[in-house]
C-alpha cells in the first residue's frame, strides 16, 4: 500500500474518530432533564405519583387548565355554556385537536376519559355523584347534566394534581382505571410520548407533536398555548444528587427538577445556573384516630400543641430562606388560607402537651412512629416528633423502615397491640396545589371509613367543606363557609400541620428560557438556546 | 469432559428451582406492598385495593406461585408491575452497560494487577513489594462512591476532559462508549486491582518457594525463565478463580459504581426492584444471577485443567 493510500485511510479515520468523540454535533434541539423521580408508568389515571402526572401533562390534554392567578381556563375546551338552572354544561371542542396517530379528538374521547378519572379522583368523584348523565352529542360537542348544582365543577375539570383529568383516546379511557390502560400511548398533548427509546430507570423520551395546535393566548401556569419549541425531551435518570450537579454544572443536562437542599448553595455561586421555587409543600403529622390514645381528640390537641413549626422546619430544612411557619390546613399565600381556630398551634407548649395527654387517659403504652429514613425530609419530621413524645413523656416505638413499607403499612387498620403492622403515627407531605383543593385532597378527608390513612372522622367538617364547594369564591358566605371548615379541622385535626417548605428547581441559563414556573415541571413553551 | 458439562448443568436445575421457590416466598414474606407504592400518595385506601386486585396480588399466594411457574415454564418471566413491561425486555436492556463495565473493569484489573502482584512476589520483601502492598491496601480500602466523586471532580468539572454520567451503547461510536466508561471503570477496578494483585502475590510467591522451583534452579535455568516457564501458569488457578468469582459479582450488580455515574445497569435494576416491591424483577433478575453464577463456576472449574494439568474431569 502506498503512503497517499495509507494518508488517506489515516485522514478518514481520523474524521471519524472526531465525529464519534463530538457525537452530539448533529443532534437535534434536545432539553435533557433530571426530574425528581423516573417515569414508571404511564398511566394518569392508574397511580397518584407527581412524576406520572408530568408524563400526563407533556403527552395527554386536559379540557380546562389553572392560570397564574389559580382560575381555571379552557384548554382542549373552546366554549362551554352553564345553563341558567345551573344544571347542564354544555362543552364545545376546539378545532384541530388531533392524537398523535392523527385521528381527531372527539366529545366521546372527552366523556369517556372524565368517567374513568371520576372513578379514582376524589374531586371526579363529587362531580359524578351529582351528575344525572354525561353524554356526547356529537364528535365536538358533550352533555354534563347535573342532578344538583355544583359550583365546583369547571374546577375540578381543570385540577392540576393527582389525578389530573387528562384526556385519553375512547379506546384507552374505556379500559377499567383499577389496571394500567394497555395499548400505545397515544395523547394529544404537545409531546408525543417516544416508546421505543423508553428505558425504566435510565431515559424517558418525548417528541415535539407537530400537529400539535395550541392556544392563541400566552403560556400561563398550566392554561394558555402550550408551544413547544425543541425536538424532543429526554427525562434522564441520576439517581446520585451530587453527580446530577456536577452533570448540570457541566452542561451534560439542562434541568433539574428538584435539587436536593444540600446542593442549592452549590446551584447558587454557579452564575450559569439559575433557581426558582418549584413548589411549597406541607409537612404533616398523621395520627391514627382509630385507636388509643389517639382515638381521643384531648391526645391529638397534645400533639398540636407539643408541635413547635419552627423546630420541625429547621429539622427538615435547615436555612430559615428555605421553609415558613404556617398556620392553617390549607396551604399560606392561596385562595383558601385561613387560620380560624389553630389557636393550639400557635402556642406551642410541652407542658400543656403533657397534661392534654394525661387528660386523654394515656397510661404509657407503646407509641409506634413510623420513621422512613431513606425519604430525608419526612424522616427529619418524623425523628423530631418521637423527640418530642419521648420529652412529654411518652413510651415511643420509633421503627425505622423505608418509604415502600411505610407505605404498605399505613392502610392497616388495627391496633400495633393485636398486629405487628400496626401504628400510631406517621408523617407525610402535601404539595401546595392539593393543600389549597381541599375537594380533591385525599389527606384532609373527614369521611371516617372513607377518609385517607388514619380515618379521621368529623361530620362537622365534611358537611362545611361541601356547602364550602357551592358557594362562590370571594363572597362573603364563602369567606364566612371558609373560617367554618377550617374551624371544623382544628376541632378535629384529622393531622397536625406543620408548616411548609420549598422545592427549587435549577436549569442551565445560558441554555434555557421561557421556564413555566410550575409544581409539575412542564416543558412546553421553553426555549433552549 | 463432555459428562462431566452435562452432570453440572443437569445439577443446576435443582438449584434453579430452589431459587425460584426461595425467593417467590421471599418477595411476599418481606414487608411492603406494591400497590401501595404504585397507588402513590395521595390513593385512597380504596384504590390500593383496586389497584392489587387489578394486579392480581389479592390472590392466595399458592395461585400467584402456579401463574408464575407455568409462566416460566413457557419462558416468560412476566411483567414488571410497575411499568407493565415484560421483565425479559428490561433485563436484556441494563445487560450491555452491565457487562460493558464488567469486561472494562476486570480487563484493567488484569492489565494492572497481574503484572503488580508478580514483580510484587518476586522482589518479596523489597520496597518494591512494599509499594505494591500499600497501593492494593488503599486501593482495597477506598470507597468507591468517594473515589467515583473525586474522579468526576477532578477529570470531569476541573479537567473537563471525561462525562460527569451516563452510558452510551458501542452502537452509538466506539468512542463515546469508551469515554463513558473510563471513569467508572478506574472507581470499580481499583477494588479489583487490589484484590488480584494481592491474590497473585500470595500465589506467586507459595509457587516460587516450592521444590521444583529450587529444582529448577539447581538446574541451571535462568531466573526469568523459572519465572515465566515454571512458576506462573502453577500459580494461575486462585488468580482465575478470583478473576471469575469478580466477574460474577460485577454482572450481578454494582450499585453504587452505578448510582455515581447514573449506569443503567442491573444492579440498580435489582435495588430499584427491591425499593419498589417489583415482585416480577426481583424474580427474574435473582433466577438470572444464580444462572450467572453457575455458569462463572463451571467456566472456572473447566479453565483449571488448562493451567493444571493434574486436573482431569
Known amino acids: 500500500m502506498n503512503r497517499r493510500r495509507w494518508t488517506a485511510i489515516l485522514g478518514c479515520l481520523l474524521a471519524g474518530l472526531l465525529l464519534a468523540w463530538n457525537g452530539q454535533a448533529l443532534a437535534q434541539t434536545t432539553i435533557r432533564a433530571v426530574m425528581h423521580a423516573e417515569v414508571k408508568h404511564l398511566d394518569p389515571h392508574w397511580t397518584t405519583a407527581d412524576i406520572t402526572q408530568v408524563h400526563g401533562y407533556m403527552v395527554f390534554d386536559t379540557l380546562f387548565a389553572l392560570d397564574e392567578k389559580g382560575q381555571p381556563q379552557p384548554q382542549m375546551v373552546d366554549t362551554y355554556r352553564l345553563s341558567a338552572d345551573k344544571l347542564t354544561y354544555t362543552f364545545t371542542l376546539r378545532d384541530g385537536l388531533k392524537w398523535h396517530d392523527g385521528r381527531p379528538v372527539r366529545a366521546q374521547d372527552a366523556v369517556a376519559s372524565i368517567k374513568r378519572w371520576a372513578v379514582k379522583d376524589a374531586a371526579g368523584q363529587k362531580v359524578m355523584a351529582r351528575a344525572a348523565s354525561l353524554e356526547a352529542v356529537n364528535d365536538k360537542t358533550f352533555v354534563l347534566k347535573l342532578k344538583e348544582s355544583y359550583g365546583l365543577t369547571i374546577r375540578a375539570l381543570a385540577k392540576e394534581f393527582s389525578y389530573v383529568p387528562f384526556i385519553l383516546p375512547e379506546r384507552l379511557a374505556v379500559q377499567d382505571p383499577s389496571k394500567a390502560f394497555e395499548g400505545d400511548v397515544i395523547g394529544s398533548g404537545p409531546f408525543m410520548f417516544a416508546a421505543k427509546e423508553w428505558v425504566p430507570g435510565a431515559k424517558t423520551v418525548y417528541l415535539k407533536f407537530n400537529d400539535y395546535v395550541p392556544r392563541k393566548e400566552p403560556a400561563s401556569y398550566f392554561a394558555g398555548g402550550k408551544r413547544v419549541n425543541v425536538d424532543r425531551v429526554e427525562f434522564v435518570v441520576i439517581p446520585d444528587q451530587s453527580t446530577a450537579v456536577a452533570a448540570l454544572e457541566k452542561g451534560e443536562v439542562d434541568y433539574l427538577q428538584r435539587p436536593h437542599m444540600d446542593q442549592w448553595p452549590l446551584l447558587r455561586r454557579n452564575a450559569n445556573i439559575g433557581m426558582y421555587r418549584a413548589d411549597v409543600s406541607q409537612m404533616q403529622i398523621h395520627p391514627n384516630h382509630l385507636h388509643p390514645p389517639f382515638d381521643n381528640l384531648k391526645a391529638r390537641q397534645a400533639l398540636m400543641v407539643m408541635a413547635n413549626q419552627e423546630d420541625y422546619l429547621r429539622a427538615i430544612a435547615g436555612d430559615p430562606q428555605n421553609f415558613r411557619t404556617c398556620y392553617s390546613f390549607l396551604g399560606c399565600g392561596g385562595w383558601l388560607e385561613t387560620d380560624a381556630g389553630s389557636d393550639l398551634l400557635k402556642k406551642p407548649d410541652l407542658e400543656r402537651a403533657k397534661q392534654l395527654l394525661a387528660e386523654a387517659g394515656y397510661k404509657g403504652e407503646k407509641i409506634v412512629v413510623m420513621a422512613p429514613s431513606d425519604f430525608a425530609t419526612i424522616n427529619a419530621a418524623s425523628l423530631t416528633t418521637a423527640a418530642l413524645l419521648r420529652k412529654i413523656g411518652v413510651n415511643v416505638d420509633l421503627q425505622a423502615m423505608d418509604w415502600g413499607t411505610l407505605t404498605s403499612r399505613r392502610p392497616v387498620k388495627d391496633p400495633p397491640s393485636k398486629n405487628p403492622a400496626g401504628w400510631h403515627i406517621f408523617h407525610t407531605t402535601s404539595g401546595y396545589a392539593a393543600v389549597k383543593e381541599p375537594w380533591g385532597h385525599a389527606n384532609i378527608s373527614t369521611a371516617c371509613e372513607k377518609a385517607w390513612f388514619g380515618w379521621p372522622c368529623s361530620a362537622r367538617a365534611t358537611k362545611a367543606l361541601e356547602e364550602l364547594g357551592n358557594m362562590t369564591a370571594g363572597t362573603d358566605a364563602f369567606k364566612k363557609g371558609l373560617v367554618e371548615y377550617h374551624a371544623a379541622l382544628m376541632e378535629n385535626i384529622p393531622y397536625v400541620p406543620l408548616g411548609e417548605f420549598f422545592s427549587m428547581a435549577a436549569y442551565r441559563t445560558d441554555r434555557l428560557a421561557n421556564i413555566l414556573e410550575t409544581p409539575h415541571a412542564v416543558l412546553w413553551n421553553v426555549v433552549k438556546k | ?313
Do not use: C
Open chain 2, 1 to 313: 469432559m463432555l459428562a462431566y458439562i452435562l452432570r453440572r448443568i443437569l445439577a443446576t436445575l435443582p438449584v434453579m428451582g430452589i431459587v425460584v421457590v426461595f425467593v417467590f416466598l421471599l418477595v411476599r414474606i418481606a414487608p411492603g406492598d406494591p400497590a401501595a407504592i404504585i397507588a402513590g400518595d395521595y390513593a385512597t385506601p380504596e384504590n390500593i385495593q383496586k389497584i392489587r386486585v387489578g394486579l392480581g396480588l389479592d390472590k392466595p399466594i399458592h395461585v400467584q406461585f402456579w401463574i408464575y411457574l407455568t409462566n416460566l415454564a413457557q419462558g416468560d418471566l412476566g411483567r414488571s408491575l410497575h411499568s407493565r413491561l415484560p421483565v425479559g425486555q428490561l433485563i436484556l436492556q441494563r445487560v450491555e452497560p452491565t457487562v460493558a463495565l464488567a469486561l472494562s473493569t476486570l480487563t484493567f484489573a488484569i492489565l494492572m494487577a497481574i503484572p503488580l502482584g508478580i514483580v510484587a512476589a518476586w522482589k518479596a520483601g523489597s520496597l518494591i513489594d512494599r509499594a505494591v502492598m500499600v497501593f492494593a491496601v488503599g486501593g482495597f480500602s477506598l470507597p468507591v462512591f468517594w473515589l467515583g466523586f473525586l474522579l468526576i471532580y477532578a477529570f470531569s468539572i476541573r479537567l473537563d476532559l471525561l462525562p460527569v454520567q451516563g452510558y452510551v451503547s458501542y452502537r452509538q461510536g466506539v468512542l463515546p462508549f469508551i469515554r463513558h466508561l473510563i471513569l467508572p471503570t478506574v472507581a470499580l477496578g481499583l477494588i479489583y486491582m487490589a484484590l488480584l494483585a494481592r491474590i497473585t502475590r500470595a500465589s506467586v510467591l507459595e509457587v516460587l518457594q516450592s521444590d521444583y522451583i529450587r529444582t529448577a534452579y539447581a538446574k541451571g535455568v535462568r531466573p526469568a525463565g523459572v519465572l515465566f516457564a515454571h512458576a506462573l501458569k502453577n500459580a494461575a488457578v486462585p488468580v482465575v478463580t478470583t478473576i471469575g468469582v469478580g466477574f460474577a459479582l460485577l454482572i450481578g450488580g454494582v450499585v453504587i459504581t452505578e448510582s455515581v455515574f447514573a449506569l443503567p445497569g442491573l444492579g440498580r435494576l435489582t435495588v430499584d426492584a427491591v425499593l419498589q416491591r417489583d415482585y416480577s424483577i426481583i424474580q427474574g433478575v435473582t433466577l438470572l444471577f444464580a444462572l450467572v453464577y453457575a455458569v462463572v463456576n463451571l467456566v472456572v472449574d473447566l479453565s483449571y485443567t488448562l493451567f493444571d494439568p493434574r486436573i482431569r474431569y
